[in-house]
């Protein structure tokens, strides 16, 4: 050892003088590897890890006279302090006092310790164990009739000193049996493994996939796991009203080591208002690119991407596609997608397929109070703040006419071969819907913004079976256009009469859902903001899709009380 410390000093004189040389590199490379490996491995064989999961064992000691001290008790000496019982206080020469022959019975036992630290409370009788059978009340009391203080012989009990050894054993060595566990494991919350997270993993996806197609939506699942049974119950609860969703509360359960285990989760069914976007079929000739998106996007279909000039889309929420790849317009797969996906990128992803027919209610189920108004004519609406709208057919000479919103949800319902146009403030909870076109005239907003008033209770929701468009330039008028709703346009969104400067912006605040999408550059820039509310709550009677997603799972398993 003495050598090497020599030869490493001379090295680093060497070094030290410049005269180094790769020879020597090595070999100092060679001895500082080796002093660090050393190291190492000393602090592995002092290191004793300690499972913080396992529950110590706590082990209680009682210390039993001997025959010798026998005598001394009998003599009335207190082993501890060598003064006689008359010196104590009074309140202690009454309490802890046992039988003699208790003592020279629980000294028979002491191995019981090591197994129930309660078997020492049960052999000591005291002022708590006064029902037990074979005892005198009036020993328990402290006090004794003239006759039994001729035949009892007293002892001062010591009490048990308790002693943790985790710190001297593994805690693994010290694991309780299973009826102490059970005892302490009462409104226990015990977290999953690892094996059980990837397993319920896939559970989850099929069963969000999958749900739909259930014959019976309160059913029970049964199904074994590396040697362990579990059970799924469904419960479905359907929307209470036309602007909730429908969700399934799911139980999970199972039996380990003799403890009922439970964990709940929550699913929640998917409504297409939920996406910031989602489109089904990406028109190869249309591109994202002066394009910003907040929210869930998501495309049935592969998307289409160009930066160029120094512009490029950008992506907040995460994105997800049932493609398997992104097409980027030549670029390398790689190229930019940290500043363009910014939530992230999923591909590959089951398709969320459109319903084939919508209806926000049946015909023969029109919600109580609804507001209900038919057009079977072109007609332009224009919402007002107050809580209206103003409704005249085009082409007709008769004045306009108002309608009342009120408090319950307004649906307004289109003809297939006629148009219906919008605009203005909306104030309450409103559907328009029709299996024809709808144009947007002009800015769609809230009364109350819901992006500055908690308390904004305003929803629209723009429904067609076929288009929605923007209409003209010469009807919207030069600069931005503003939209706040969630749209859906089964076959087409379509921007008409697209020349511009490329300055404006197209704003919506709230959805975008569509077959597909035509271009929006170079007359407008696309920006689309999702409106939070929408996780929660959905213009009423908005379509829902047929996927659910878990909205709720603590990832604990709960120790259930039988």
């Known amino acids: 050892m003495q050598s090497l410390i020599d030869k490493f000093l001379l090295k680093a004189r060497k070094l030290a003088r410049g005269e180094f040389t790769p020879r020597d590199s090595f070999s100092l490379s060679l001895i500082l590897h080796g002093a660090f490996f050393m190291c190492l491995g000393l602090l592995l064989v002092w290191y ?144 999953m493994t690892r094996k059980e997270h990837k397993m319920f993993r896939k559970k989850f996806r099929k069963w969000t ?45 199972k039996v380990e080591d003799g403890l009922a285990l439970n964990s709940r989760m929550r699913m929640k069914r998917l409504a297409f208002s939920n996406f910031a976007q989602f489109v089904d079929f990406w028109d190869p000739w249309v591109a994202v690119h002066d394009d910003e998106f907040e929210g869930r996007f998501h495309a049935n279909s592969q998307i289409r991407i160009v930066s160029a000039r120094g512009v490029q889309p950008k992506f907040h929420g995460k994105v997800t596609t049932a493609s398997t790849r992104i097409d980027r317009n030549g670029s390398p797969s790689f190229l930019g997608d ?34 209900l108004k038919r057009f079977d004519q072109d007609t332009r609406l224009v919402f007002r703040a107050d809580g209206s709208y103003l409704w005249k057919t085009l082409g007709s000479d008769e004045p306009e006419q108002r309608v009342e919103i009120g408090e319950a949800a307004a649906y307004i319902l289109g ?55 923007i209409a003209h330039p010469y009807v919207t008028g030069p600069g931005d256009l503003t939209i706040y709703a969630a749209i859906f346009a089964k076959r087409r969104f379509v921007v008409r009469h697209l020349r511009g400067g490329g300055d404006d912006t197209l704003f919506i605040y709230g959805s975008l859902t569509a077959g597909s999408l035509s271009a929006t550059e170079p007359r407008y820039g696309t920006r689309i903001r999702f409106d939070k509310r929408l996780e929660r709550k959905r213009p009423p009677g908005f379509p829902l899709s047929n996927r659910y997603e878990v909205s709720e799972w603590p990832r604990e398993w709960e120790v259930k009380q039988n």
């Open 415 to 469: 003809h297939k071969k006629k148009k219906l146009h919008v605009r203005g403030v909306v104030r309450g909870k409103v559907l328009i819907y029709s299996p024809g076109t709808i144009i947007i005239d002009d800015d769609l907003t809230y009364a109350r913004n819901p992006e500055i008033s908690a308390v904004a209770d305003d929803y629209l929701g723009i429904v067609s079976d076929r288009d929605v468009e």
């Open 48 to 191: 004793e890890p300690t499972d913080l999961s396992e529950t110590p064992l706590s082990i209680d000691f009682v210390f039993v006279p001997s025959e010798s001290d026998t005598e001394a008790l009998e003599a009335g000496h207190d082993l501890r302090h060598e003064k006689p019982p008359e010196t104590r206080p009074a309140q202690q020469q009454e309490t802890g006092r046992v039988q003699l022959k208790d003592v020279e019975q629980s000294r028979q036992q002491p191995a019981t310790a090591l197994t129930n630290p309660d078997s020492f409370s049960r052999n000591l009788p005291s002022e708590a164990n006064s029902d037990e059978p074979g005892q005198d009340a009036a020993e328990v009391s402290g006090t004794e009739s003239d006759e039994s203080q001729q035949d009892v012989r007293t002892a001062e009990a010591v009490r048990p000193e308790r002693y943790l050894l985790s710190s001297i054993v593994p805690t693994s060595f010290l694991r309780p049996p299973v009826d102490l566990e059970k005892r302490s494991a009462v409104n226990a919350k015990i977290s």
């Open 338 to 371: 940290e500043s363009t996906f910014l939530g992230g990128l999923e591909t590959g992803v089951k398709a969320i397929r459109l319903p084939r027919y919508f209806l926000p209610f049946a015909t023969d189920s029109i919600p109580a109070g609804a507001n």
């Open 209 to 253: 996939e999958d749900f739909h197609k259930m014959a019976q939506p309160d059913s029970i699942m049964t199904w074994r796991h590396k040697g362990k049974t579990y059970s799924a119950s469904f419960r479905n609860r359907p929307a209470k009203s036309k602007t909730d969703i429908d969700e399934v509360m799911v139980e999970i359960s």
